[in-house]
């Protein structure tokens, strides 16, 4: 049996046949040299992988409990999850719970509850954002084109400071996540202003 894994990793090196081992004084040796040679392949595997993880990641900012040096990550189930107001006054229902970053600094990403039928109305945000339908029929809008609508596993990308509108539809709650380049914002759009539809922004809030 060690002969013929000596013989195939000899192969591998393309140095020709590999003669067997004389006696058994000489296979504590190639044991040794074959454990080297594994070791340095793990080795340079292990710093290929973590080549391609740093060329590759997403640049995302780790969770509370990821930070460089935590100890122990953290787990929180959707019942479980503390849900803030966003906005209740014109906004009634509608609920957020940042998952990593400070919205009202700098890149974040951020899970929003919208109650059944209700709609954002139109409006815009300085940062650009990515989001993912997790729960729900969502319809999201941007200035121009027809809505789109989809369910979970649906996302979209929203350029910076383009208009845009957002909806859950009738059935069920939605779920989305969204992932903000930078601080976030909102900055409704008044499309009734001077009786047309075009939109026209009103004020400017931080959420």
């Not at 009202?104 to 339908?133: C, R």
């Not at 200035?143 to 400071?161: D, H, I």
């Not at 709650?173 to 009734?192: G, Q, R, S």
């Not at 009786?195 to 809030?205: A, E, F, I, L």
Request: with cysteine.
């Amino acid at each position: 049996m060690l002969e013929q894994i000596v013989k195939q990793a000899w192969h591998q090196h393309d140095v020709g046949d590999c003669p067997p081992p004389r006696s058994a004084k000489l296979r504590p040796k190639l044991l040794k040299g074959m454990k080297e040679e594994l070791r340095k392949g793990a080795v340079m595997k292990a710093k290929a992988t973590q080549s391609f993880a740093r060329h590759q990641g997403t640049g995302a900012t780790p969770a509370a409990g990821a930070k460089a040096g935590a100890t122990q990550g953290t787990f929180t189930t959707s019942d479980a999850i503390p849900w803030k107001p966003v906005d209740p006054k014109n906004h009634p229902g509608l609920d957020m719970f940042v998952v990593w970053g400070n919205p009202n600094e700098g890149p974040s990403l951020i899970l929003q509850k919208f109650p059944a039928g209700m709609d954002s109305g139109w409006h815009w945000h300085t940062a650009a954002y990515q989001g993912v339908v997790i729960q729900g029929k969502f319809t999201h809008t941007f200035k121009g084109a027809a809505p789109q609508t989809g369910g979970p596993g649906s996302v979209w990308a929203q350029p910076a400071r383009q208009v845009h509108h957002d909806k859950c539809e009738d059935g069920g709650d939605c779920l989305i996540a969204v992932c903000f380049n930078d601080k976030l914002d909102f900055n409704p759009v008044d499309t009734k202003a001077q009786g047309t539809d075009t939109p026209v922004s009103s004020d400017t809030r931080d959420l």
